[in-house]
T-cell receptor
Framework: AQSVTQLGSHVSVSEGALVLLRCNYS??????LFWYVQYPNQGLQLLLK??????LVKGINGFEAEFKKSETSFHLTKPSAHMSDAAEYFC?????????????FGKGTTLSVSS | DAGITQSPRHKVTETGTPVTLRCHQT?????MYWYRQDPGHGLRLIHY???????DKGEVSDGYSVSRSKTEDFLLTLESATSSQTSVYFC??????????FGQGTRLTVV
């Protein structure tokens, strides 16, 4: 069964520092992978997605993620953190079954950015 | 923003009462999902729908039922609310590859 593990429930960085949020997946078939962001008291919004093709995926707000099949990883990075990046981030995998498509989420990582 | 609205946005209800949450979309997307979000658990899938009258269970479906009689509406019913169902509920819609649009959430408190 497909699943997602996010390493670290809380990550703290200084403004201008590298952001690295870790995600590992398990999947018996080539996965579709996603990163979502949730700002306080809001719903989730899509940051980026990997389906097929180029393994380095660029998303909104300067974020990018690299799909590494050999490591079953899809880590999210940003070269320089801004205060506005403080939020909760979720990695997700798309599961295909007879009933269609379901999106399975990790438990989330809260990113704090200090000045 | 994708056209997806949840109602109500906040609700307080008593243990043992039935509760229905509504998700409405204007995007004509095939898939609709109900998730609950709890601290330390992330988002967990309750039920989802892949078409009118076509639904399937997620990982935390016990105590919940759903119905989809029209493409645009997906209802989540708590048949007899319990305190463990106090949570924030999110509806999401998708055209099929998994990239989903989320509603603003419904904060449900069962007392």
């Amino acid at each position: 069964a497909q699943s997602v593990t996010q390493l670290g429930s809380h990550v703290s960085v200084s403004e201008g520092a590298l952001v690295l949020l870790r995600c590992n997946y398990s999947s018996s078939v080539p996965p579709y992978l996603f990163w979502y962001v949730q700002y306080p008291n809001q719903g989730l919004q899509l940051l980026l997605k990997y389906t097929t093709g180029a393994t380095l995926v660029k998303g909104i707000n300067g974020f990018e993620a690299e799909f590494k099949k050999s490591e079953t990883s899809f880590h999210l990075t940003k070269p320089s953190a801004h205060m506005s990046d403080a939020a909760e981030y979720f990695c997700a995998v798309s599961v295909q079954n007879q009933a269609g498509t379901a999106l399975i989420f990790g438990k989330g990582t809260t990113l704090s950015v200090s000045s | 923003d994708a056209g997806i609205t949840q109602s109500p946005r906040h609700k307080v209800t008593e243990t043992g009462t039935p509760v229905t949450l509504r998700c409405h979309q204007t995007e004509n997307h095939r898939y609709m999902y109900w998730y609950r979000q709890d601290p330390g658990h992330g988002l967990r899938l309750i039920h989802y729908s892949y078409g009118v009258k076509d639904t399937d269970k997620g990982e935390v479906s016990d105590g919940y039922s759903v119905s989809r009689s029209k493409t645009e509406d997906f209802l989540l019913t708590l048949e007899s609310a319990t305190s463990s169902q106090t949570s924030v509920y999110f509806c999401a819609i998708s055209a099929g590859q998994g990239d989903a649009f989320f509603g603003q959430g419904t904060r449900l408190t069962v007392v």
